[in-house]
Each structure stands twice: as C-alpha cells, then as structure tokens.
C-alpha cells in the first residue's frame, strides 16, 4: 500500500476486513516531513473499540487452538510481507512521521519485520514444566496457554517497532490483538496492516 493508496482506505481494519467507522468521519493526516495532507483517517469511536474488542473475543478460540508451528508460519509470512514492502513501507513511514528515511525508516521497517520472526521462532521454544508436589506420588505439569485479547495503544515516535514488538508475540502466544496507534502516525498503521 502506498501513501496514494492510504489516501484511499479511509477505514478500520477489524476481524479481517476493511470497515468504516460508526460515524464516517475522518481526520486529514498530516506530514510532518512536508507539511502536506497524505491521507484521511478514519476517526473512531468508543463503540469503534467496543467492536473491535468484541471481534477479538470472538476470534480468540480460533487463533488460540492453531498448534505453534502453524502460528509461526503466519508470523514468518507477516515478516516475509514486510520485508516485501519494505521501501513502501519506509517512505510512508517518513511521510507519516518525519524520521530520516536512510537513517532510520528502513531500519525501523526491518527492526518490525524481525520482532515478527523472533516471535515465530521463541514460541516453538515454549514449554510446560514438570514442578515439584507436596505430595511424593504426584507430579503437576504446567502448559502456557493464550490469555485471551490483548490491547494495545503504541506512541508517535517509533510507530511500527512499538507496535509489532507488542503484537508478534502476542500473536504468537495464541492471543488476539486490538491496536489503537497514535492519531498522529496512523497513515504507517494502516499501511502495516
């Protein structure tokens, strides 16, 4: 997706698909790079969260039951999407943002795409563990299971890396995510997803 393409999106993306805010409105993003207008973002609402929240409930038994190996390929497909898209994503994160492009937005493109595959790889490694009983002829066995949704609110300064270092292993672990990104780096937000 290119910053031309942000323009046009102009909605949420909840329980896999593209949807408009309740109330349709939008608020124009603005580059702090060049002071122009890059896109129009969808201004959402309580009940905006309220569904998205809801939407993830739904879907957490879903991603929760998929065994490791196959959440890890779905991460490794995210990372591999990412790396794909990597200048796109980079010139629309200095548009959106400001940062340098040869200086940090490509870095910070490949930093998101590797939180992506550190989390596919940690979670093949996740185990139970046998620990100790009061009593002799028993033994407890600990698994780590999916806690459910996770929410996450990530700030203006490092909008892709805060984001997916919260979300691939979330995502990982089995658990559903809703991220609210700072209003003012949300054009990179769409685009990432």
């Keep these: 997706m290119t910053v031309e393409v942000a323009r ?8 896999g698909q593209w949807v408009d805010s309740e109330t349709g409105r939008h ?5 702090p790079a060049t002071g122009a207008a890059i896109a129009e973002v969808p201004e959402g609402t309580r009940g905006d969260a309220r ?6 409930h739904a879907a957490k038994g879903a991603l929760a039951s998929l065994k490791g190996f196959e959440r890890s390929r779905r991460l490794h497909r995210i990372a591999d999407a990412i790396e794909r898209r990597r200048e796109e994503l980079a010139r629309t994160l200095t548009l959106d943002q400001g940062k340098p492009l040869l200086a ?3 870095g910070e493109v490949d930093e998101a795409a590797e939180y992506f595959r550190i989390a596919a790889e940690d979670l093949k490694r996740l185990e139970g563990s046998v620990v100790p009983s009061a009593s002799p002829s028993k ?11 996770y929410g996450v609110i990530t700030p203006w300064n490092w909008p892709l890396t805060m984001a ?3 979300i691939a292993p979330a995502l990982a672990a089995g658990n559903t ?10 054009v990179i937000s769409v685009a990432l997803m």
């Excluded at 608020?27 to 580059?31: M, P, T």
């Excluded at 033994?139 to 949704?149: A, D, E």
Aim: hydrophobic share 50%; proline share 4%; aromatic share 10%.
């Design 8 to 15: 046009s999106v102009k909605k949420m993306f909840v329980d």
């Design 27 to 31: 608020f124009e993003a603005v580059s």
């Design 51 to 56: 569904k998205a929240v809801e939407a993830a």
């Design 104 to 106: 940090e937005a490509y």
């Design 139 to 149: 033994l407890i066995f600990t698994r780590r299971v999916p806690r459910g949704v």
């Design 164 to 166: 997916t270092e919260l």
């Design 177 to 186: 995510v809703v991220w609210t990104p700072a209003t003012s780096t949300s």
